[in-house]
C-alpha cells in the first residue's frame, strides 16, 4: 500500500488488470467499489477522481484478491440482482442468472394468455433456493400465490429472509425433497416452475471453479445425464396441477427435444413449446396442459 492515497479510478485501473489477468469479470472491480463505498454507479462514476480513503482501499484490496482467487462477487458483497430487486446470496444457494429472468417472464406470459387477469391462481416453485423465482412471480403477479420448495433447509432460511426484505407476503416455504412437500399437503397449484440441477455430471468439469467451488454442487448438477430431476418431477406432476395449468422447466441448451418428449409423453393433450433466450439458446420448456391427465 502506498503512502499516499489512491484516486478510485486508479485503484479501478489496478484491480481491472489485476482481475483480467487471471480471466475474472473486469466489470467485478467496479461492483467490488460500489459495494465498499456504498455508492450507485453513477455516483461512482461522478467521484472516479477523488482520492481513496486508506480502510477502504484495503476493504477493496482484499476483495478483488479474493474475486481473483475464485470467490464469486455476489459471495463478496452477499447481493445478486434478478428482475431489478436485491437477493441476498451465500454459499447455500445458487446465484441467479439472468436467464432466468427470461424464465419467469416466459412463465408470466403464460398466465397472461390462459387465464382471466384477475383470477386468484396458485403456483408451485421446485428446488426454490434463494427464492428468486417464487419471490419474483408473487410480486409481479398479485393475484398469485405461491408455494416454495427446497430440499435444503440453509436455503430455505435465505429464502425467506428474502421475503421478508421484499416484502412478497404471498409466499410460502416448504422442506422436502421435489413435489414430496407439495404432494403431502395435497395442494393442486395452476403454475408449476422450476429450474433444477440439469447440468450432466461430465459438462461440471467445463465449467469455471468460481461456480464449482463456490455454489452448492447438489443445486448444479443431477450427478448423472442432467435429465434425472425433470423425469422424476414430469412422473409425479399429474398428482399437483389442476385441470388447466401451465408447466414451466428451465433446461440446459441442449435439453430442449428431451424435456419436451417427457411432458409430451404424459401429457398428450398439452401443448408444449421451447422457449429461447435473448442469446438465442434454448433456455425454458412451457406446456398448457389441459385436463392434468397423464399419459
Known amino acids: 500500500m502506498k503512502n499516499n492515497q489512491r484516486t478510485m479510478f486508479e485503484a479501478l485501473k489496478w484491480a481491472s488488470s489485476l482481475l483480467m489477468d487471471v480471466g475474472r469479470d473486469q466489470n467485478a472491480a467496479e461492483l467490488l467499489l460500489m459495494h465498499v463505498l456504498g455508492l450507485s454507479r453513477s455516483e461512482l462514476l461522478a467521484r472516479f477522481h477523488d482520492p481513496l480513503l486508506e480502510k477502504k482501499d ?55 394468455d390462459i387465464f382471466p387477469h384477475d383470477q386468484q391462481l396458485t ?38 429472509r428474502n421475503q421478508q426484505a421484499l416484502g412478497a407476503n404471498h409466499v410460502q416455504f416448504l422442506h422436502g425433497d421435489l413435489l414430496e412437500p407439495v404432494i403431502a399437503q395435497g395442494l393442486k397449484v395452476d403454475l408449476f416452475i422450476s429450474n433444477p440441477p440439469y447440468i450432466s455430471l461430465e459438462e461440471m468439469d467445463s465449467l469455471s471453479e468460481v461456480v ?16 434425472w430431476f425433470y423425469q422424476r418431477l414430469v412422473r409425479d406432476l399429474h398428482q399437483v396441477l389442476n385441470d388447466q ?18 411432458l409430451t409423453q404424459s401429457f398428450p393433450s398439452s401443448d408444449v413449446c421451447i422457449v429461447k433466450d435473448i442469446n438465442g439458446k434454448d433456455r425454458a420448456v412451457c406446456a398448457h396442459i389441459r385436463n392434468g391427465k397423464s399419459g
Open 58 to 112: 484495503q476493504l477493496f484490496s482484499e476483495l478483488v484478491e479474493q474475486h481473483r482467487l475464485g470467490v464469486p462477487v455476489q459471495h463478496l458483497t452477499g447481493v445478486e440482482f434478478f428482475y431489478g430487486r436485491p437477493f441476498e446470496v451465500n454459499e447455500h444457494v445458487l446465484i441467479p442468472r439472468p436467464e432466468t429472468e427470461e424464465v419467469v417472464l416466459a412463465a408470466l406470459h403464460m398466465l397472461h
Open 212 to 227: 464449482t467451488k463456490h455454489e452448492p454442487v447438489n443445486a448444479l448438477t443431477d450427478g448423472r445425464d442432467g435429465l
Open 123 to 160: 403456483a408451485v416453485d421446485v428446488g426454490t433456493g434463494s427464492g428468486a423465482i417464487a419471490i419474483t412471480l408473487a410480486l409481479e403477479k398479485e393475484t398469485l400465490s405461491v408455494t416454495a420448495t427446497d430440499i435444503s433447509l440453509d436455503a430455505l432460511e435465505v429464502a425467506k
Open 245 to 262: 395449468a401451465v408447466v414451466v422447466f428451465e433446461i440446459g441448451h441442449t435439453q430442449a427435444q428431451q424435456v419436451k418428449a417427457l
